[in-house]
T-cell receptor
Framework: KAGVTQTPRYLIKTRGQQVTLSCSPI?????VSWYQQTPGQGLQFLFEYFSETQRNKGNFPGRFSGRQFSNSRSEMNVSTLELGDSALYLC?????????FGPGTRLTVL | LAKTTQPISMDSYEGQEVNITCSHN???????ITWYQQFPSQGPRFIIQGYKTKVTNEVASLFIPADRKSSTLSLPRVSLSDTAVYYCLVGGLYNFNKFYFGSGTKLNVKP
C-alpha cells in the first residue's frame, strides 16, 4: 500500500497570502488529521476530519481551515499568512489504533 | 490531555542499549502509551504502543510499571541511523488526535 502523500513538499509564500496544502491518506483510511510542527512549539494538532466532517479541532485561529472530500483526500488552507506560520505541516491518516504520518509540507512565509 | 515529560536529549554509542523514560502522571484509565520516532523534515513514525507491563516488537520494547505513571522505551543495540527525536504520547486508543506530543527526546548516537 502507498503511504500518506502530501503536496507540495515545499512552499514559499509572503505575508498576507493564502495557501492550500493537500493530503492523500492511505487507501481505506477515512480519518485525516493535520499537525503543525515548529522548533519553538513542537508538534501541535490542528484538526481531524472523518467522512468529510471535522471531528476534532485544536487551538488554532480561524485562519486555519480544512476540508475532506468523499475520497478521503483532505486539504488544509491558511489565509492571511503570518511569519509565524512558517512550519512543517504534517498530515496523518489512521486505522483504529495506529496513526501514519506523511512526509510533510515545509511552508516558509517571507 | 495527559501531558508527558521526557529528557530533552540523550547521547549513546553504537551497539549500546538505550532506555528513554517518559513521565505521565495524569494518565487516565483508558489511555494507551505510544512512542514515535521522527527524523528531520519527515513525519513521525510509529514505533510501539502499550497499555501495561511489557510490549516487544522487532525494533523496541516498552516497559510500563503497574502504576502506569511512567514508561520506558528500550532500543537494543542502537546504530547511527537511530539518531532521531523520540516522542512519548499518552491518549485514548480512539482519540489519537488529542494526543499531546511534547518536545520529545533527541537521541544522538555516536560511532
Amino acid at each position: 500500500k502507498a503511504g500518506v502523500t502530501q503536496t507540495p513538499r515545499y512552499l514559499i509564500k509572503t505575508r498576507g497570502q493564502q495557501v492550500t496544502l493537500s493530503c492523500s491518506p492511505i487507501s481505506g483510511h477515512r480519518s485525516v488529521s493535520w499537525y503543525q510542527q515548529t522548533p519553538g512549539q513542537g508538534l501541535q494538532f490542528l484538526f481531524e476530519y472523518f467522512s468529510e466532517t471535522q471531528r476534532n479541532k485544536g487551538n488554532f485561529p480561524g485562519r486555519f481551515s480544512g476540508r475532506q472530500f468523499s475520497n478521503s483526500r483532505s486539504e488544509m488552507n491558511v489565509s492571511t499568512l503570518e511569519l509565524g506560520d512558517s512550519a512543517l505541516y504534517l498530515c496523518a491518516s489512521r486505522t483504529e489504533n495506529e496513526q501514519f504520518f506523511g512526509p510533510g509540507t515545509r511552508l516558509t512565509v517571507l | 490531555l495527559a501531558k508527558t515529560t521526557q529528557p530533552i536529549s540523550m547521547d549513546s554509542y553504537e551497539g549500546q542499549e538505550v532506555n528513554i523514560t517518559c513521565s505521565h502522571n495524569n494518565i487516565a484509565t483508558n489511555d494507551y502509551i505510544t512512542w514515535y520516532q521522527q527524523f528531520p523534515s519527515q513525519g513521525p513514525r510509529f514505533i510501539i504502543q502499550g497499555y501495561k507491563t511489557k510490549v516487544t516488537n522487532e525494533v523496541a520494547s516498552l516497559f510500563i510499571p503497574a502504576d502506569r505513571k511512567s514508561s520506558t522505551l528500550s532500543l537494543p543495540r542502537v546504530s547511527l541511523s537511530d539518531t532521531a527525536v523520540y516522542y512519548c504520547l499518552v491518549g485514548g486508543l480512539y482519540n489519537f488526535n488529542k494526543f499531546y506530543f511534547g518536545s520529545g527526546t533527541k537521541l544522538n548516537v555516536k560511532p
